[in-house]
């Protein structure tokens, strides 16, 4: 079965630093791209980032590049999300998902159950 | 891509058929584009990829259809546990956004 586990989510005042990690289990974690996705309290989906088999290839959404690093350790199974210089529109809850398949990295057919990140003074 | 779905809320009754659009502001390579289905308090489930695959284990009353930037999802004779938020998403071209999502309400 697989498994996707969030955790590190929490209050931190603006300008402040979290990281995020997502425990992966159940699957062949080194063969997936894996993906951060948020959602800000009451609103839609927003897709932060992705990261490729090998951590080499790395995507963001405009809004955080720069600012959220995301990385993987494919010896603990899991992948995480550096957030710094943190604003008050990064709150929301963030998911962790891995594709449907592997072809097509951006087909989230798993998902974690999130984490939620609110950033406030 | 900008991902524009319509309508923003859909007012139907269980036996009903409900259609729910969405329109890219460019053509969706490949036809990678998703649905998801996401209920209070739970995490997005896909329903259908590549514009008209459905995932394994969703009832054939979902099924997509569409190409190019103007894709479709029909839900025939909704049952009370379909009331949700639906989501569209393209997949060709990082990064990979979501549209704002429609309501499905009794």
């Known amino acids: 079965e697989v498994r996707l586990v969030e955790s590190g989510g929490g209050l931190v005042p603006p300008g402040g630093s979290l990281r995020l990690s997502c425990a992966a289990s159940?699957?062949?974690?080194?063969?997936?791209?894996m993906t951060w996705v948020r959602q800000a309290p009451g609103k839609g989906l927003e897709w932060v980032a992705n990261?490729?088999?090998?951590?080499?290839?790395?995507y963001y959404v405009a809004s955080v590049n720069g600012r959220f690093t995301i990385s993987r350790d494919n010896a603990k199974n899991s992948v995480y999300l550096q957030m710094n210089s943190l604003r008050g529109e990064d709150t929301a809850v963030y998911y962790c998902?891995?594709?449907?398949?592997?072809?097509?990295?951006?087909?989230?057919?798993?998902w974690g159950q999130g984490t939620l990140v609110t950033v406030s003074s | 891509i900008v991902l524009t779905q319509s309508p923003g809320t859909l007012s139907l009754s269980p036996g009903e058929r409900a259609t729910l659009s969405c329109r890219a502001s460019?053509?969706?390579?490949?036809?990678?584009l998703g649905w998801y289905q996401q209920k209070p308090g739970q995490p997005p489930r896909l329903l259908i990829y590549?514009?008209?695959s459905r995932v394994t284990g969703i009832p054939d009353r979902f099924s997509g259809s569409g190409s190019g930037t103007d894709f479709t999802l029909t839900i025939s004779g909704l049952e009370p546990e379909d009331f949700a938020v639906y989501y569209c998403?393209?997949?060709?071209?990082?990064?990979?956004?979501f549209g704002p999502g429609t309501k499905l309400e009794i």
């Open positions: 460019q053509s969706v390579s490949y036809n990678y």
């Open positions: 159940g699957f062949s974690f080194t063969s997936y791209w």
């Open positions: 998403q393209h997949y060709g071209n990082s990064p990979y956004t």
């Open positions: 990261i490729g088999q090998d951590g080499s290839d790395k």
């Open positions: 998902a891995r594709p449907y398949d592997i072809p097509a990295p951006g087909r989230l057919g798993y």
């Open positions: 590549d514009a008209s």
